[in-house]
């Protein structure tokens, strides 16, 4: 997967929402905890598919990136923040 993953995450910016959403479900389901952070700028986007899909990535990862949304929720965006809360109770 990592090799995929490589070749993946160079479309991570293309302009079609769709392969953007598409990226961001594969880095949370193939376990990228590395592209967090990043999936967390995604939260709360437009358009709302991809919001929705850096949301499903980020609850993939599951309790692997506890400390990473706790440090989001503590110092990130604050327009990031109900969105990541709902991630940290769920």
């Known amino acids: ?15 079609d929402p769709r392969v953007r959403a598409a990226i961001l479900r594969f880095c949370g389901h193939a376990g990228l905890r590395e592209r967090a952070p990043w999936m967390i700028t995604h939260l709360g986007t437009s358009p709302p598919s991809t919001s929705l899909a850096a949301e ?21 965006m604050r327009s990031k923040r109900d969105a990541v809360l709902r991630l940290v109770r769920e």
Do not use: S
Not at 56 to 76: K, N, P, S, T
């Open 56 to 76: 499903e990535g980020l609850r993939a990862l599951g309790a692997d990136i506890l400390d990473v949304l706790l440090v989001e929720v503590g110092f990130g």
């Open 1 to 15: 997967i990592r090799q995929a993953a490589e070749a993946l995450l160079a479309w991570r910016d293309d302009p």
